[in-house]
T-cell receptor, first 108, second 112 residues
Framework: QKEVEQNSGPLSVPEGAIASLNCTYSDRVSQSFFWYRQYSGKSPELIMSIYSNGDKEDGRFTAQLNKASQYVSLLIRDSQPSDSATYLCAINTDKLIFGTGTRLQVFP | GAVVSQHPSWVICKSGTSVKIECRSLDFQATTMFWYRQFPKQSLMLMATSNEGSKATYEQGVEKDKFLINHASLTLSTLTVTSAHPEDSSFYIC????????FGPGTRLTVL
């Protein structure tokens, strides 16, 4: 079992809709969780970090963490075509462990 | 977030030559920096953890004599790809840790 698992997608949503990205992890010790956005040919950009159970909102983004279920998600409200990218989930042990990413496509 | 720079942004070299890539944290001091490699349509692969003032820690399967890492100061780490070959062509990305990891813009290496 991979340490961080994500559906590779692509996840296609219409402009204005909510995009829901999911991630599961196997390391129960992890305390820090991150979502990165990576445009094609570019390096990852940190968009959300979450450390405790529950929801954390930042603008159109909401991260949700459930440590009991070992599950972290990212919701993007009012999706825009500019949100089209690969979203990487990462957990922090002594180093960042990345999932393979979910490709999101937002169509006009 | 914190700013991390990389230089050069791209490089083309002949097989057998060495290439040095610099990674700088511009607005914070980073005792730890990380070097990743990413092949097309694949996820990031951690190569090594660079610690200021000490030897780097390499991930399994990464040749430390081929990928030389130096972390001479709290704001600068360098990765030297020695005797580069076409199979070393990839996107090399560094990151610096300030509780959260921030990535540099990456260096695209093409070895002819």
């Amino acid at each position: 079992q991979k340490e961080v698992e994500q559906n590779s997608g692509p996840l296609s949503v219409p402009e204005g809709a909510i995009a829901s990205l999911n991630c599961t992890y196997s390391d129960r010790v992890s305390q820090s969780f991150f979502w990165y956005r990576q445009y094609s040919g570019k390096s990852p950009e940190l968009i959300m970090s979450i450390y405790s159970n529950g929801d954390k909102e930042d603008g159109r983004f909401t991260a949700q963490l459930n440590k009991a279920s070992q599950y972290v998600s990212l919701l993007i409200r009012d999706s825009q075509p500019s949100d089209s990218a690969t979203y990487l989930c990462a957990i922090n042990t002594d180093k960042l462990i990345f999932g393979t990413g979910t490709r999101l496509q937002v169509f006009p | 977030g914190a700013v991390v720079s990389q230089h050069p942004s791209w490089v083309i070299c002949k097989s057998g030559t060495s290439v040095k890539i610099e990674c700088r944290s511009l607005d914070f001091q980073a005792t730890t920096m990380f070097w990743y490699r990413q092949f097309p349509k694949q996820s990031l692969m951690l190569m090594a953890t660079s610690n200021e003032g000490s030897k780097a820690t390499y991930e399994q399967g990464v040749e430390k004599d081929k990928f030389l890492i130096n972390h001479a100061s709290l704001t600068l780490s360098t990765l030297t790809v020695t005797s580069a070959h076409p199979e070393d062509s990839s996107f090399y990305i560094c990151s610096a840790s300030d509780r959260e990891q921030f990535f540099g813009p990456g260096t695209r290496l093409t070895v002819l």
